[in-house]
């Protein structure tokens, strides 16, 4: 059973970095790797949401709100996948979530990242 735990979540200033990262167990390395890899966020009264993806050829995605702030890598022999947000904004609170998608898709718990002065 695969399972995530995402860390790295904080408060921050506005314009400030934090990076997330995210932890895979239970699965092999290669399965893994040929899998995707996404970050989502839910703020509180909102849908969860796409922050970025990452495919197993290393192709990323990004919602429009976060392209040129926030870079998502992956790093297959240590099976984590991390967030490196930049000039965060009020507007990027919210909870963060770590998704596998594997053939049955997989989610961590969360880790809370708070953007406020």
């Known amino acids: 059973q695969v399972q995530l735990v995402e860390s790295g979540g904080g408060l921050v200033q506005p314009g400030g970095s934090l990076r997330l990262s995210c932890a895979a167990s239970?699965?092999?390395?290669?399965?893994?790797?040929?899998?995707?890899m996404a970050w989502y966020r839910q703020a509180p009264g909102k849908q969860r949401e796409l922050v970025a993806g990452?495919?197993?050829?290393?192709?990323?995605k990004y919602a429009d709100s976060v392209k040129g702030r926030f870079t998502i890598s992956r790093d297959n022999a240590k099976t984590t996948v991390d967030l490196q947000m930049n000039s965060l904004k009020p507007e990027d609170t919210a909870v963060y979530y770590c998704?596998?998608?594997?053939?049955?898709?997989?989610w961590g718990r969360g880790t809370q990242v708070t953007v406020s002065s």
């Open positions: 998704k596998w998608e594997g053939p049955v898709n997989a």
């Open positions: 239970g699965i092999s390395r290669i399965s893994f790797s040929i899998n995707g």
């Open positions: 990452i495919g197993s050829s290393g192709s990323t």
